[in-house]
């Protein structure tokens, strides 16, 4: 099993800041790796698909960079509506999701 | 858009058999080459993958669930479904469909259509 481990857990930061998460595989996963947003009540959305391509519709402020077994999702300046958890998810072998990071207003 | 929306029983009584199904909106996408997929959320945790079946019916399921978990497609009806054997109370989840679009050209390109999920609680 391809374990992902995010962190930070929690990212306290202000509207206009800049967000950095990271996704770390137990072992590379090359760029089979997705970056979802969930709200509260809502299903996740694909936010990033093969590690650094944003979906059609999603604002260029969030971009995904790695490959191999260290990614980052980057929102370069926060608005209001991007406070939200934040899962990655791996393809190589089976399916399997990191443990989300929660980015929280400060 | 291809819309997604999951169907089942609320409860399920611990040790029976959890089913739902998964209605698409189109008939055609379901034969296309694409993963329909099942992951929960159990309260409060992260996103687990419990399985996913191909438009050609070939299944892949998660090991921690293989023995307990089937999924099944039928076009006809324009849905999938999902069976969970034995159940337990950590079974109580939040269940989502989702359709993955699988790799081609050396991408990947994610789970791009959810359905709003459906709540299942196991027990007595």
């Known amino acids: 099993e391809i374990v992902l481990t995010q962190s930070p857990a929690t990212l306290s930061l202000s509207p206009g800041e800049r967000a950095t998460l990271s996704c770390r595989a137990s072992?590379?996963?090359?760029?089979?790796l997705a970056w979802y947003q969930q709200k509260p009540g809502q299903a996740p959305r694909l936010l990033i698909y093969n590690a650094s391509n944003r979906v059609h519709g999603v604002p260029v402020r969030f971009s995904g960079s790695g490959s191999g077994t260290d990614f980052t999702l980057t929102i370069s300046s926060l608005e209001p509506e991007d406070f939200a958890v934040y899962f990655c998810q791996q393809r190589s072998d089976w399916v399997t999701f990191g443990g989300g990071t929660k980015v929280e207003i400060k | 858009q291809v819309q997604l929306q999951e169907s089942g029983p609320g409860l399920v009584r611990p040790s029976e058999t959890l089913s739902l199904t998964c209605s698409v909106s189109s008939r055609s996408v379901l034969s296309a080459d694409y993963y329909w997929s099942w992951i929960r959320q159990a309260p409060g945790r992260g996103l687990e993958w419990v399985g996913y079946?191909?438009?050609?019916?070939?299944?892949k399921y998660n090991p921690s669930l293989k023995r307990r978990v089937s999924i099944s497609l039928d076009t006809s009806k324009s849905q999938y479904s999902l069976r969970l054997t034995s159940v337990t109370g950590a079974d109580t989840a939040l269940y989502y469909c989702?359709?993955?679009?699988?790799?081609?050209?050396?991408?990947?390109?994610?789970?791009?259509?959810w359905g709003q999920g459906t709540t299942v609680i196991v027990s007595s």
């Open positions: 989702a359709r993955d679009l699988g790799s081609g050209g050396g991408y990947y390109y994610g789970l791009d259509v």
């Open positions: 079946i191909h438009n050609t019916g070939n299944t």
């Open positions: 072992q590379s996963v090359g760029t089979s």
